[in-house]
């Protein structure tokens, strides 16, 4: 079992930065694929970007690449979404997650809340 808990949300103004954390609970996190989705009000949850157990191999969507970067400490058993330039659209309930082998995600955090105001 795996608890994820996001932190670093707020509220930013177009063209600034905000730093996303998720920390798991458990001692085989850094045998987990991490990502990062987000959903916006109205719309379907989307992925952002995705990292590998070892953190070696990243991939990012479209819309984000360039301006997010994520990584990991396995130290700490954290994820981060480093988020630069950010954009209205990129307002959203930001929400971490973890792969075991499979196509699925088996588990989710609750989510952060990120706004960005023009």
């Known amino acids: 079992q795996v608890q994820l808990v996001e932190s670093g949300g707020g509220l930013v103004q177009a063209g600034g930065s905000l730093r996303l954390s998720c920390a798991a609970s458990?001692?085989?996190?850094?045998?987990?694929?991490m990502a990062w989705f987000r959903q916006a009000p109205g719309k379907e949850r989307e992925f952002v970007a995705r990292?590998?157990?070892?953190?070696?191999?990243?991939s990012y969507a479209d819309s984000v690449k360039g301006r997010f970067t994520i990584s990991r400490d396995n130290a700490k058993n954290t994820v981060y979404l480093q988020m630069n330039s950010l954009k209205p659209e990129d307002t959203a309930v930001y929400y971490c997650?973890?792969?075991?082998?499979?196509?699925?995600?088996?588990?989710w955090g609750q989510g952060t809340q990120v706004t960005v105001s023009s």
């Open positions: 990292i590998s157990w070892g953190g070696r191999s990243t």
């Open positions: 997650a973890a792969q075991w082998g499979g196509p699925d995600y088996d588990y």
């Open positions: 458990g001692r085989t996190f850094s045998s987990y694929v």
